[in-house]
């Protein structure tokens, strides 16, 4: 694929609120997870809660779109300049000429939730605007109509893999000509069905989650909005941030377990080097999908040690987060591009060794290196699998 610039990017989740707050939750390895006290939620669980969020109310023009999902979008949106930098974009190309490709696993499913808590003697739900809310495209329609775009408008669900996708849809739809300028990325909020329904699976922590450690006993459910404006590269932009490649598969092995060999994950990361014309040996970092059960991240070293051995520096930021869920493969591009105009590899949080059985090149301290390439892993149930190659444009 032709490599698309990264003009502007943004995140916002437990570790942080913007670049900055990212950028130095990693560096001082602060992590942002915590007891959850969200109201009717589980106990005894850890969650990464984003509180910046309660207060934030969408402009008054798009109060119909108020909930949990729509304030956390909001809240980012607001953050490192993104919302000018957009406007630019459109100054550049026009406004039908941007499209908006946004990933969300549950969306604002909050709301129906509260409503369902409110229901009348009859079981009828009381008034409230599930298609602004709730809907899965409520997101991407919300984020276009608040930054005053017209281009295409495109809501991905592909479960944890959505944030990444929406940056490999998007280049598809630049490189057709669909559009010349893409606001890509996902949100996701912490809401009941997610906790009880991970609970059910027995898939929770019993505390912060430990991605890679040798008794990591499950996840923790996070909150994230991150977004990036793609646009095609010129000459002028070598050496600026860029996507390099993506790529994706599905393999369809189970709905909610990934196959134990990680093949269908082998195939994306492959497409994602082949898209961007890399050898292994030119990636400096992965960012692992990492959730902290024991089947995902045995699954995933072994696809990692097929590709890579034990030769590339490999990690888990989901210590920090949580997972995300729909937003995570955009949280952790974003991730991406903070380790790399850091200069660092960040090592798993919270354990001292990985998995004695692994054989890829996972690290738990904090490394100052030069990044220059960063492969980044997203994977979701129904086999659901996608990665992307974030990096300094050539």
Not at 56 to 74: G, H, I, K, M, S
Request: charged share 20%; hydrophobic share 45%.
């Amino acid at each position: 694929m032709a490599p698309l610039r990264i003009t502007a990017i943004t995140a916002t989740s437990a570790m942080g609120v913007g670049l900055a707050g990212t950028r130095e939750a990693l560096a001082t390895r602060r992590g942002g997870l915590a007891p959850c006290d969200l109201p009717g939620m589980p106990p005894g669980v850890w969650v990464g809660r984003v509180r910046e969020a309660d207060t934030v109310e969408p402009p008054a023009a798009f109060a119909a779109f108020a909930c949990r999902n729509t304030r956390l979008a909001e809240l980012a949106l607001r953050q490192d300049g993104f919302t000018e930098a957009v406007a630019a974009a459109v100054a550049r190309h026009g406004a039908g000429r941007v499209a908006v490709v946004l990933g969300t696993s549950t969306s604002g499913i909050e709301e129906t939730e509260q409503a369902w808590s409110r229901r009348g003697a009859d079981g009828a739900l009381p008034p409230y605007d599930f298609a602004s809310t709730h809907d899965l495209h409520a997101l991407p329609r919300y984020v276009r109509a608040r930054l005053g775009l017209k281009g295409a408008c495109i809501s991905i669900s592909t479960a944890c893999t959505s944030g990444a996708r929406a940056f490999l849809d998007a280049a598809t739809l630049i490189a057709a000509g669909v559009a010349d300028a893409a606001v890509v990325g996902g949100a996701d909020t912490l809401c009941r069905l997610t906790l009880h329904g991970f609970g059910s699976l027995e898939l929770l922590a019993k505390g912060p989650t430990r991605p890679c450690a040798e008794d990591r006993d499950g996840i923790c459910i996070g909150e994230a909005a991150a977004f990036a404006l793609l646009e095609r590269a010129g000459p002028e932009d070598a050496g600026a941030l860029g996507l390099l490649g993506a790529g994706a598969s599905s393999d369809g092995h189970h709905m909610s377990s990934p196959h134990p060999d990680g093949l269908g994950a082998v195939v994306a990361m492959r497409a994602a080097l082949d898209s961007a014309g890399l050898a292994p040996s030119q990636i400096d970092y992965v960012n692992m999908h990492g959730t902290g059960t024991r089947a995902n991240d045995a699954m995933e070293d072994r696809a990692l040690a097929r590709i890579f051995g034990d030769a590339v520096p490999c990690s888990s930021t989901k210590g920090w987060t949580g997972h995300t869920l729909g937003a995570s493969g955009a949280l952790e591009a974003a991730i991406s591009t903070v380790c790399i105009e850091a200069g660092l590899v960040p090592g798993c949080l919270g354990l001292d060794r990985a998995d004695p059985s692994f054989a890829s090149g996972i690290v738990v301290t904090n490394r100052a290196a030069r990044v220059d390439r960063v492969l980044s892993n997203s994977f979701g149930f129904g086999g659901s699998n996608c990665a992307l190659v974030i990096g300094r444009l050539p």
